[in-house]
C-alpha cells in the first residue's frame, strides 16, 4: 500500500463531482474536502477500484458516499429501480448512521433518490424492506446473504442494477463472523461492478476481503494525509488515531476503578461530552447505579437494548441531552480480562451461558465506526482486547480537527498491556503541536516568552516525552477524601441490586421500544420527552452525596470548567444575578482557601465545628466592615400591610 503525500486542499467543485451534488454540498455548509476526500473521490470517480486505509474520524464516510450517489445520479436515465448501490457495514448502528448522512445529501440533489437502511429482523420484514428499498442500500453482510438465499435477491437483479459495492470498516467484517456471508454474496457481485474497501487498520482479514471483491484495485494509505507534518512513526501514522487525541493513564487498584470515574466525573476534572467504555453489561450496571448514587446522571448502551432504544440513545446523546453515556464494547470483542484468562484456558463463557439474561443483538457496537458528537473524553474503565481495539475507542473523539483525550484505569495486574500500549502509541515526535501534546483544552493556545534558544531546547525535550501520560489531574489526597462514601456505596451494590436493575431498564426500553414505536410515529415532537438517564435505584440514594463538601476536596485539584460542543453548560457557568451575589458575599476569610458549602442538596448534614467557627468570624466580619464604610442600610417595603419593616 503507497503513502500519499496530501495535496493542497480543493474545492468541491474542482475534484468532478455533479452540479447537483456540488450544490447539495453547499446547502449543507461543506466546502473544502477533507484531504482523504481528496484523495479518494477522484480515483473513484475516474471508475477504479479503491483500497484507502485512513484514520478515525477523517471523512470516510463521505469519501465513498459522494461517489456513490454521483454514479446513482449519472446512470438515474439508464438503469431503474434500487439496489444501485451497496454499502456493507458491521453493526446496525453504522447502518443508520452511513443511512443518515446519504440520505441528508442526497435529499438536497434534486432527483428521487432515497437510501435505505437494512436492519428489519425476520423474513416478512426483510421481504418488506426489500420491496421498499432505495437506490442506496446500506446493510451488514448477515441481511443481504438472507435475501439471496429466501430469493429475495437475485443474481439478476444484482447484475442489471448494482454498479458500486462498498465495504466499509472492512478490518471488522470478517472478525465480527461475516465470512460464509461474504463468501456468498461476492459471486454474486458483476465484475463490472466498482468496489470501494475503507479501513482505519490493516490486517490479514482485509487483504482476504480485498482479494475476494476486488480488481485491481488503486491502494492509498492516507494516514499521513490528515497532517501534513506528521512523520514516520508518529501516532497517526502508526495506528490510525487522530494526532489531536491526547492519551492518558491512571493507576489504581481494581476496588478503585468506581472511586476514580465518579471523582473525575463529580469534580469535573475532564472534558464533556464523556463516553465510558466496559466490557460487559454487569459493570455498566454497577458503574451507573454508583454514579447515580452522587448525582451524576448517565445513560447506558449496551446489546440486550432493542435497536429503537439504541438508535434513541445515541441521537439524544449527540443533541446534548445528558453529558455521560455508558457504552458496553461490542459484543465481538474481547475483554483484557477474558483473553488473559482464556490463554489460562479458563474464562467466563460457561458461567455466563449457565446464568442465561437478555439475548444480545449480534450486530450491536458503538466502538466502530459511530459518529459521536461533541465527545471530547474517553474513559476506558475496562481495558480492550487489543491495541486494535483502543484505536477503534480513542477514535470517537478528536473528530474532523476536534482535540480530545482518552484516559485509561490500568491496574496493577495490566502493567503488560500498558507496556505494550505505551511502545505501540510511541514518543511523541510531533513538536509542533503543543495542544495535544500538552493536554492543553480547546480553547488554550501557548505563549512563547521570546527565550530563543532555551525554549528550543524545552520544546524538543517535550517533543520526547511518551504520548501515554499519567493523568496528574486525579491525586491520590483527593482520592482517599471520597473513599469513605464511596466504599459504602460500591458495598451497598451487590449482584441481586444489579438484577434488579437490569430487570427494570430492559423493561423500560422495551416500553419505549416496541408499545410506543406507533404513537411516537405519529407524534415525533413527543419522542424527545423520553429519557435514558433515569435512576434505576429501588430507593432514592441519601441526598447528602450528591454535594461534595468543601473539605473533601483537595486544593490541588484543578477542574476542567471546558463547555461540550453539543452538550450542557459546566458548572462554572452562572447566571448573572447569582454571580453578582456571590461577589457581595466575598471576604478574606473565604480567600483563605476556605469556602463555605452551598445550602442546596445539604439534606440532613450538620456543619462541622470548624464551618460554624469560620461562619460566626465572617458574619462578625461582614458588619465591622459595614459599620467601616458607613453604608446606610435601605429597609424592606412590607407592601401588604403598609409599613417597614427593620432588620436586625
Known amino acids: 500500500m503507497t503513502a500519499i503525500k496530501r495535496q493542497a486542499a480543493k474545492s468541491f ?34 471508475g477504479k477500484d479503491v483500497v484507502a486505509r485512513a484514520r478515525t474520524g477523517s471523512g470516510k464516510t463521505l469519501a465513498y458516499l459522494l461517489p456513490a450517489i454521483n454514479k446513482v445520479l449519472l446512470t438515474e436515465d439508464d438503469v431503474k429501480g434500487s439496489f444501485k448501490v451497496i454499502v456493507l457495514v458491521p453493526t446496525r448502528e453504522l447502518c443508520e448512521q452511513v443511512k443518515n ?33 432505495g437506490q442506496i442500500v446500506v446493510s451488514t453482510p448477515s441481511k443481504i446473504a438472507a435475501a439471496l438465499r429466501e430469493g429475495l435477491l437475485t443474481s439478476a437483479m444484482l447484475t442489471s442494477r448494482l454498479k458500486m459495492l462498498i465495504l466499509d470498516e472492512a478490518d471488522l467484517l470478517l472478525s465480527y463472523g461475516y465470512e460464509e456471508d461474504l463468501q456468498l454474496i461476492a459471486p454474486q457481485i458483476p465484475r463490472s461492478c466498482q468496489c470501494m474497501l475503507m479501513s482505519a487498520t490493516m490486517s490479514e482479514d482485509v487483504e482476504k476481503l480485498q482479494k475476494l471483491v476486488l480488481h485491481n484495485p488503486v491502494a492509498l494509505n492516507l494516514l499521513n494525509c490528515a497532517d501534513p507534518t506528521s512523520k514516520k512513526g508518529d501516532l497517526a501514522a502508526g495506528l490510525g488515531v487522530a494526532a489531536e487525541v491526547t492519551h492518558f493513564a491512571y493507576n489504581c487498584s481494581r476496588e478503585d476503578k468506581l472511586l476514580s470515574v465518579m471523582t473525575i466525573l ?11 467504555f466496559v466490557n460487559n453489561v454487569d459493570n455498566g450496571f454497577r458503574l451507573k447505579l454508583f454514579l447515580e448514587s452522587f448525582g451524576v446522571k448517565s445513560a447506558l448502551l449496551n446489546a440486550e437494548l432493542p435497536l429503537n432504544s439504541r438508535s434513541h440513545i445515541l441521537q439524544t446523546f449527540n443533541k446534548g441531552l445528558f453529558d455521560y453515556l455508558i457504552a458496553t464494547d461490542d459484543v465481538h470483542a474481547a475483554s483484557h480480562d477474558q483473553s488473559k484468562s482464556s490463554k489460562k484456558g479458563g474464562g467466563k463463557k460457561g458461567k455466563d451461558l449457565k446464568r442465561g439474561g437478555a439475548k444480545k443483538d449480534e450486530e450491536f457496537g458503538v466502538t466502530r465506526g459511530i459518529d459521536f458528537k ?7 474503565f475496562d481495558l480492550p482486547s487489543s491495541v486494535q481495539g483502543y484505536v477503534h475507542r480513542a477514535g470517537r473523539t478528536g473528530r474532523a480537527g476536534e482535540s480530545g ?47 530563543g534558544d532555551e525554549d528550543d531546547d524545552e520544546g524538543k525535550a517535550k517533543a520526547e516525552e511518551e504520548v501515554l501520560k499519567p493523568f496528574k489531574r486525579l491525586t491520590k489526597v483527593q482520592l482517599e477524601a471520597m473513599r469513605y462514601r464511596g466504599e459504602d456505596i460500591a458495598r451497598s451494590i451487590t449482584k441481586n441490586v444489579i438484577k434488579d436493575a437490569r430487570a427494570k431498564e430492559l423493561k423500560l426500553e422495551l416500553l419505549n421500544s416496541d408499545r410506543l414505536k406507533d404513537y411516537f410515529e405519529e407524534h415525533a415532537a413527543e419522542k424527545q420527552l423520553l429519557r435514558h438517564d433515569k435512576a434505576l435505584h429501588r430507593k432514592a440514594p441519601p441526598v447528602h452525596l450528591k454535594h461534595v463538601p468543601a473539605y473533601l476536596k483537595d486544593a490541588s485539584t484543578v477542574a ?48 462541622t465545628e470548624a464551618e460554624l467557627k469560620a461562619m460566626a468570624i465572617g458574619k462578625r466580619e461582614a458588619k465591622r466592615k459595614a459599620k467601616e464604610d458607613h453604608t446606610a442600610f435601605v429597609p424592606k417595603a412590607n407592601v401588604r400591610k403598609g409599613y417597614k419593616r427593620q432588620r436586625n
Not at 463529580?266 to 465510558?276: D, E, P, Y
Not at 483525550?405 to 514518543?427: H, I, Y
Not at 509542533?432 to 500538552?438: E, G, M, Q, R, V
Open 13 to 46: 467543485n474542482e475534484i468532478g463531482l455533479d452540479h447537483r451534488l456540488q450544490r447539495a454540498l453547499g446547502k449543507r455548509g461543506f466546502s473544502t474536502p477533507t484531504p482523504v476526500q481528496t484523495e479518494c473521490i477522484p480515483r473513484t470517480l475516474e
Open 101 to 133: 448522512e446519504a440520505t441528508a445529501t442526497a435529499e438536497l440533489c434534486g432527483g428521487e433518490i432515497k437510501a435505505t437502511a437494512l436492519i428489519a429482523e425476520g423474513s416478512q420484514q426483510l421481504k418488506r424492506a426489500i420491496a421498499g428499498a
Open 266 to 276: 463529580k469534580l469535573g476534572l475532564v472534558r464533556k461530552k464523556a463516553l465510558i
Open 374 to 380: 461533541g465527545v471530547r473524553t474517553i474513559i476506558n
Open 405 to 451: 483525550s482518552t484516559v485509561t484505569l490500568f491496574t496493577p495486574e495490566d502493567a503488560d498491556f500498558q507496556e505494550l500500549l505505551a511502545t505501540a502509541l510511541g514518543p511523541n515526535k510531533d513538536a509542533s503541536k503543543p495542544a495535544a501534546a500538552s493536554g492543553l483544552a480547546a480553547d488554550e493556545e501557548p505563549t512563547s516568552s521570546g527565550r
Open 560 to 607: 476542567d470548567r471546558g463547555v461540550s460542543k453539543t452538550g450542557h453548560r459546566g458548572k462554572g457557568f452562572l447566571p448573572g444575578a447569582k454571580r453578582r451575589n456571590i461577589e457581595r458575599s466575598k471576604d478574606p476569610l473565604k480567600a483563605g482557601g476556605f469556602i463555605k458549602a452551598p445550602k442546596k442538596g445539604l439534606g440532613e448534614e450538620e456543619h
